[in-house]
């Protein structure tokens, strides 16, 4: 990763708290993760954003890569 990705990574951490306090449910709940694995999961999301982003908004191509990896990690905890 190059310094400006890794720029990028870092400007928008934030984003990952976001996904995760807007579109997951029953944290603390048997089989869910706890907040701290989604967030290191959304991290993953994020960075496969700014490796593979061709341009556009990128909070919004990054939201939607932070939520699959996140849905991922849901679904392989259930």
Not at 39 to 57: E, P, R, S
Not at 70 to 78: A, F, H, P, S
Request: hydrophobic residues 35%.
């Amino acid at each position: 990763m190059t310094n400006e990705q890794r720029k990028i990574v870092e400007d928008n951490m934030g984003l990952v708290g976001k996904v995760i306090k807007e579109k997951v449910h029953g944290l603390g709940q048997p089989g869910v993760p706890d907040y701290d694995d989604l967030f290191q999961t959304g991290c993953i999301g994020l960075i496969k954003a700014v490796i593979t982003d061709k341009g556009g908004t990128f909070s919004t191509y990054a939201y939607r890569l932070i939520w699959n990896e996140i849905c991922d990690e849901l679904v392989r905890n259930t």
